[in-house]
């Protein structure tokens, strides 16, 4: 199972708005609507921000958002903050198997 | 409070075994699909694999790259997840992660803090 493929970077200023895509195939990302994203800051666990496509779980704001269109999932995040500055990594179901993409560094100007 | 602490990390040569252990606490561990997640020294994100619950049989996937190689398991009665590494390699050095995956879902909504393997010579 390939990993799936994510920009290596994206940047955006203050209140802006970003969008980070996520390309796969239709044995996961355009087979299923199971895409999560994932926040990892520089030393710290992964965490959840979106899960089956576009929920969001409580307490994460609703600055972000996800979608999905054939085998490309998008996250968009919106009125970019400083603390959103991070990696993210999107993740699919794939059958028997779970295939994360390579990872977005998020530079916020 | 859900809480995932994992264990048993270290340095060991290529070739070698360890185990290591994840303990659960705050929820049901029983009721969970439970995965492992490693992630090479600045590099992305790689599952590792999956133990299913008791309902589910307590089946395993493994990513292709550990099959045969690795074994998880795991401990209802002690809320404790468990991965063995064998016959390991340079290339498995990574920091290693438990992951809670949701009830009736196929997301990781909880993660613990990770434990690092370093695998060399």
């Known amino acids: 199972q390939s990993a799936l493929t994510q920009p290596r970077s994206v940047s955006g200023s203050p209140g802006q708005s970003v969008t980070i895509s996520c390309t796969g195939t239709s044995s996961d990302v355009g087979g299923y609507n199971y895409v999560s994203w994932y926040q990892q800051h520089p030393g710290k666990a992964p965490k959840l921000m979106i899960y089956?496509?576009?929920k969001r779980p409580s307490g994460v704001p609703d600055r972000f958002s996800g979608s999905k269109s054939g085998n490309t999932a998008s996250l968009t995040i919106s009125g970019l903050q400083a603390e959103d500055e991070a990696d993210y990594y999107c993740c699919s179901y794939a059958g028997s198997s779970v295939v994360f993409g390579g990872g977005t560094k998020l530079t916020v100007l | 409070e859900v809480q995932l602490v994992e264990s048993g990390g270290g340095l060991v040569q290529p070739g070698g075994s360890l185990r290591l252990s994840c303990a659960a606490s705050g929820f049901t561990f029983s009721d969970h699909y439970m995965d492992w997640v490693r992630q090479a020294p600045g590099k992305g994100l790689e599952w590792v694999g999956r133990t299913r619950n008791k309902a589910n049989s307590y089946t395993t996937e493994y990513a292709a790259s550990v099959k045969g190689r690795f074994t998880i398991s795991r401990d209802d009665s002690k809320n404790s997840l468990y991965l063995q590494m064998n016959s390991l390699k340079t290339e498995d050095t990574a920091v290693y992660y438990c992951?809670?995956?949701?009830?009736?879902?196929?997301?990781?909504?909880?993660w613990g803090q990770g434990t690092l393997v370093t695998v060399s010579s």
């Open positions: 992951a809670r995956v949701a009830v009736g879902a196929l997301h990781f909504d909880y």
């Open positions: 089956d496509v576009s």
